[in-house]
T-cell receptor, first 116, second 110 residues
Framework: EAQVTQNPRYLITVTGKKLTVTCSQN?????MSWYRQDPGLGLRQIYY???????DKGDVPEGYKVSRKEKRNFPLILESPSPNQTSLYFC???????????????FGSGTRLTVV | TQLLEQSPQFLSIQEGENLTVYCNSS?????LQWYRQEPGEGPVLLVT?????EVKKLKRLTFQFGDARKDSSLHITAAQPGDTGLYLC??????????FGTGTRLQVFP
């Protein structure tokens, strides 16, 4: 089944403790992206990647890092999480940056992160 | 600044009623997409509209792209409890990303 898989689904952590949220897709998509979803603010893009070793900042990149060493994986790293990073996070992929017009994004099921 | 404004923000209706959700912008988009997000899941693409004035139907759902490509609407006929969810519009402005609206949360009661 074509899908985007995120892990973990739920995570509670303490301020300052480094964490990684994994994202993997099995569709050979070039484009991958991370979003956070907060009430009243909608989906905001954190980082995106147009292909292996190519990443760029989205609208809210502060406090986050990403890497794209392989086409299928796009982990989100929080080096020193803070309470304002408590949110629902989604990974998404698309065949390519231009094919998002036709195919849209395939989203993972989300990771609910709480930082205390 | 929110480029895509959705209205209403919340909508609670009875099964069988009709409803319309709006997605508006002061900017022109080359295409608009509509997604539905159910609780505990990620958004799922419903439709893409690319031509000004375009109308697409998906069973009881009718999507329209404004003539000037600045707005879109989603009309649901005879809503059912299975239509419950968060409806998101997303626009493409020939940049490296889709811009998402703030969403309309729909609750359909039996």
């Amino acid at each position: 089944e074509a899908q985007v898989t995120q892990n973990p689904r739920y995570l509670i952590t303490v301020t300052g403790k480094k964490l990684t949220v994994t994202c993997s897709q099995n569709m050979n998509h070039e484009y991958m992206s991370w979003y956070r979803q907060d009430p009243g603010l909608g989906l905001r893009q954190i980082y995106y990647s147009m292909n292996v070793e190519v990443t760029d900042k989205g609208d809210v990149p502060e406090g986050y890092k990403v890497s794209r060493k392989e086409k299928r994986n796009f982990p989100l790293i929080l080096e020193s999480p803070s309470p304002n990073q408590t949110s629902l996070y989604f990974c998404a992929s698309s065949p390519s940056i231009r094919q998002q017009l036709l195919y849209g994004y395939t989203f993972g099921s989300g990771t609910r992160l709480t930082v205390v | 600044t929110q480029l895509l404004e959705q209205s209403p923000q919340f909508l609670s209706i009875q099964e069988g009623e009709n409803l319309t959700v709006y997605c508006n912008s002061s900017s022109v988009f080359s295409s608009l997409q509509w997604y539905r997000q159910e609780p505990g899941e990620g958004p799922v693409l419903l439709v893409t509209v690319v031509t000004g004035g375009e109308v697409k139907k998906l069973k009881r759902l009718t999507f329209q792209f404004g003539d000037a490509r600045k707005d879109s609407s989603l009309h649901i006929t005879a809503a059912q409890p299975g239509d419950t969810g968060l409806y998101l519009c997303a626009g493409d402005r020939n940049t490296d990303k889709l811009i998402f609206g703030t969403g309309t949360r729909l609750q359909v009661f039996p």
